[in-house]
């Protein structure tokens, strides 16, 4: 059996979030746009069964959620089951044909504020303790740990027959999903697919990792740490949370009543295989997925409205994307303006880039560049690369058509995709 490709445009109609400013859509984005940072010192005694015995330390900062909700299971799971209820309600949607809904929810790694803990136990104590260590736990915790336990406890939920994909691409899981969720539509396969990602990475064995990797801010004031593309930068703060988007097609939208936020234009991945924290300095991938977006949606990357870098304020990551835009402008003059969120949110891992395209399709709705957190001055490296202009300290009123967004992930995924401002706006 053959699918018929689609020509007609993929839709975004309807949004859920669950972040370290807000554990709601509207929340968040309020918060993102007044400026505030989430960025805290970190509690041991406070932060559940991973942190038991965990000693404080400076080591200790990050940007929790700051959850209303109780989920006895792991924190991917819950968030993105919480994130995909609101979104489900914003888009208006009731339930269809079970088979023709998909879900594409990916998490760059399983469920380990449960699984670690026990796991630790295990190796430190008697063989004979090990099932005695998981009977306070539900019966399925081990299966938390899997990274498609949040896609899969959704497709449960909502009754979802259709594929249930839950792809994994470190730092670019989240946009990643989003451009694998599109294929599902255009390829016929889907009218409606829920795409997002997760990811709850404050537990300590990751933090020390992330710490050994040397991309950890390490200066002052933690709401202050991460700079992303500032003269002082040196790192990010880990974050965590989820989104969760409705993707529809445009004739599907139509038929039920539903207003669109924002078109998926097209998305493109690539690999620049440099190694696990390492980026390719050529930038040739990512530089090849800008023009390859921006070249679908009838532009060239200078008109692009607004640029959503990834952003994570590490020195090597902040050059090699002005470097790929830099390249993929081919000369020309940037009419838009570039921001970035992780001063504000923290580094979400694997959910930073559902939810930093969904803050982007609000951006779209609301006609807002928001502001880039802790960009102070420019740094001087960045300035010799190319003249890519950036958001200050406050949110700023302007058309804003289309919006590019890049994500960068550990071990090499590179991503970028392209939305529009749809004509009935």
Not at 342 to 362: D, Q, T, Y
Request: proline fraction near 5%; hydrophobic fraction near 45%.
């Amino acid at each position: 059996m053959s699918l018929l490709v689609s020509e007609e445009s993929v839709v975004i109609t309807g949004i859920g979030m669950v972040t370290p400013l807000g554990t709601t859509r509207e929340s968040t984005w309020t918060a993102l746009l007044a400026g505030e940072q989430a960025g805290t010192d970190l509690n041991p005694a406070s932060m559940g069964l991973a942190w038991q015995g965990i000693a404080p330390d400076p080591l200790w900062r990050g940007c929790p959620v700051r959850r209303t909700w109780d989920y006895p299971g792991e924190p991917i799971i819950g968030d993105a089951l919480v994130a995909a209820r609101e979104a489900i309600s914003h888009a208006g949607l009731e339930r269809g044909d079970p088979w023709r809904w998909g879900c594409v929810l990916g998490a760059s790694k399983g469920g380990m504020h449960l699984g670690i803990p026990i796991f630790v136990s295990q190796y430190l104590k008697a063989p004979d303790t090990a099932e005695a260590a998981w009977n306070g736990l539900a019966e399925d915790a081990w299966q938390q740990i899997w990274p498609d336990a949040p896609s899969s406890a959704i497709a449960r939920e909502f009754d979802i027959r259709g594929p249930v994909l839950a792809p994994a691409a470190a730092c670019a899981t989240g946009l990643v999903s989003l451009i694998r969720a599109a294929d599902l539509i255009r390829d016929g396969v889907c009218d409606v697919v829920l795409c997002g990602s997760s990811d709850a990475s404050l537990q300590p064995s990751l933090l020390g990792s992330y710490r050994r990797l040397g991309v950890l801010a390490r200066q002052g004031d933690p709401r202050t740490a991460c700079k992303p593309f500032d003269q002082d930068r040196d790192g990010f703060l880990v974050g965590e949370g989820a989104a969760v988007m409705v993707l529809e097609s445009r004739s599907h939208a139509e038929r039920r009543g539903a207003v669109p936020l924002a078109e998926f234009v097209a998305g493109r991945t690539f690999s620049d295989g440099s190694g696990v924290a390492g980026l390719d300095e050529s930038a040739d991938g990512l530089a090849r997925a800008i023009a390859g977006v921006t070249s679908a949606g009838g532009l060239t990357a200078a008109e692009v409205s607004l640029v959503n870098f990834h952003g994570t304020g590490t020195q090597q990551n902040d050059r090699t994307e002005v470097s790929a835009f830099t390249k993929a402008l081919a000369g020309q003059s940037m009419q838009g303006v570039g921001c970035a969120f992780k001063g504000s949110l923290g580094h979400l891992m694997g959910a930073a880039g559902s939810v930093e395209v969904a803050l982007s399709v609000l951006a779209l709705r609301d006609q807002l560049a928001p502001p880039t957190a802790n960009l102070q001055c420019v740094a001087d490296d960045l300035r010799s690369l190319g003249s890519v202009r950036f958001t200050g300290q406050t949110a700023t009123a302007m058309k804003v058509n289309t919006v590019l967004k890049t994500s960068l992930g550990f071990g090499g995924p590179v991503a970028a995709a392209l939305l529009r401002r749809v004509a009935n706006q």
